[in-house]
T-cell receptor, first 114, second 118 residues
Framework: AQTVTQSQPEMSVQEAETVTLSCTYD???????LFWYKQPPSRQMILVIR??????QNATENRFSVNFQKAAKSFSLKISDSQLGDTAMYFC???????????FGTGTSLTVIP | GAVVSQHPSWVICKSGTSVKIECRSL??????MFWYRQFPKQSLMLMAT?????????EQGVEKDKFLINHASLTLSTLTVTSAHPEDSSFYIC??????????????FGPGTRLTVL
């Protein structure tokens, strides 16, 4: 069975500071994709960053980067230079390469404090 | 990226009535769409997988007679909540699966529909 765990229900960070959201997952498969989605108050799910499991290099998208540790099944998200617009729920998710279903974590509510 | 729309964005109905929610892929064809339900401050719960031209696949615990799914075309899936009751009040999100350039699948989410049953 596939599971995703986010152990931090709520976090806060000062504007312009850096914050790291943690995510661990469990699967016996070797080929999969990992994602971080952002859900702001509008509730639209927005893709933040994506990582292919076969790639060793950590994905980066502007201020967002991940620390992907495949052996440890860990996939944390680092947000640098936090902005007020980063306030949102963040969901970690993964899907098997040939799979059909997304597996979501329970989410981390991030608040950026001005 | 691919755009998925949902209509309506918010619906209020009386208990006992049926409500239809539409999910459309605007600039691509989606053979597979997914319906999620999200309670306040909780994660997305997959309800069913909607396959074009065939019956939907429901997750365990989801009543197929209560939540009717029809995927009549490659760009439209509908979710009908039949005989809605207050406990059906929730946020419903659809998504569409797209094959990415590297061969793997990505999902694009609609903006969601807030259902309130009085």
């Amino acid at each position: 069975a596939q599971t995703v765990t986010q152990s931090q229900p709520e976090m806060s960070v000062q504007e312009a500071e850096t914050v790291t959201l943690s995510c661990t997952y469990d699967t016996s498969e070797n080929n999969y994709y990992l994602f971080w989605y952002k859900q702001p108050p509008s509730r639209q799910m927005i893709l933040v960053i994506r990582q292919e499991a076969y790639k060793q290099q950590n994905a980066t998208e502007n201020r967002f980067s991940v620390n992907f540790q495949k052996a440890a099944k860990s996939f944390s998200l680092k947000i640098s230079d936090s902005q007020l617009g980063d306030t949102a729920m963040y969901f970690c998710a993964f899907i098997l390469y040939t799979g059909n279903q997304f597996y979501f974590g329970t989410g981390t509510s991030l608040t950026v404090i001005p | 990226g691919a755009v998925v729309s949902q209509h309506p964005s918010w619906v209020i109905c009386k208990s006992g009535t049926s409500v239809k929610i539409e999910c459309r892929s605007l600039d691509f064809q989606a053979t597979t769409m997914f319906w999620y339900r999200q309670f306040p401050k909780q994660s997305l719960m997959l309800m069913a997988t909607s396959n074009e031209g065939s019956k939907a696949t429901y997750e365990q615990g989801v009543e197929k007679d209560k939540f009717l799914i029809n995927h009549a075309s490659l760009t439209l899936s509908t979710l009908t909540v039949t005989s809605a009751h207050p406990e059906d009040s929730s946020f419903y999100i659809c998504s569409a699966r797209v094959r990415g350039a590297s061969g793997g699948y990505e999902q694009f989410f609609g903006p969601g529909t807030r259902l309130t049953v009085l």
